[in-house]
């Protein structure tokens, strides 16, 4: 035995070949029996995988949407706010104007009232002070004078008022 390579013989050749059929047996068998489930089962993986990578696509795109349009809802609903306000401050300038419109035309009526008032009061006041004049020049000339006459008494006035300047002191 010693003048073989490797100790090969023939029955080592045969076992190798009956080895390798059996092998070959195996792998067919289980070939069938468990890599084709296996590989089905892992193609139906990466089929799911991928429908559900799309379907998440499909959501992100619809949230996407749904996001664009909410804002621009709420731009529209911050914007009709600030048209109702501005609305609003203008109603309330209006209303403001309004107000001190009549409150300075309340101011004027009273402020014309006040005048008449006074001017009234001012021409009662002047007759008052003519009628006290003319008892106080009657009383004057009636020391000097016998007879006091009321038209006398008037004309001495006038002269009276001429003499101490005129009507300015009455004002």
């Known amino acids: 035995m010693e003048d073989r390579l490797f100790g090969l013989d023939v029955q080592l050749l045969f076992d190798a070949f009956v080895l ?16 084709k489930p296996v590989r089905a089962f892992l193609e139906q993986r990466k089929q799911a995988v991928a429908a559900d990578r799309d379907e998440a696509q499909q959501l992100q795109e619809a ?19 600030e048209e109702i306000l501005s609305a609003s401050r203008k109603a309330a300038m209006k209303q403001q104007d309004a107000i001190i419109d009549q409150a300075k035309s309340e101011a ?15 021409q009662r006041i002047k007759a008052d002070v003519r009628k ?14 016998d007879q006091a006459d009321p038209q006398r008494g008037e004309v001495l006035l006038e002269e009276a008022l001429k003499e101490m300047g005129g009507e300015a002191w009455l004002n």
């Open 20 to 35: 390798f059929v059996v092998i070959m047996i195996m792998y067919a068998i289980m070939s069938r029996l468990f890599f």
């Open 63 to 81: 949230a996407e949407v749904s996001k664009a349009a909410y804002e621009e809802k709420l731009k529209a609903v911050h914007k009709e706010a």
């Open 108 to 122: 004027s009526a009273i402020m014309e009232q006040a005048d008449r008032e006074t001017v009234s009061e001012k």
């Open 132 to 145: 006290e004049m003319c008892g106080l020049a009657l009383a004057m000339t009636g020391r000097f004078a």
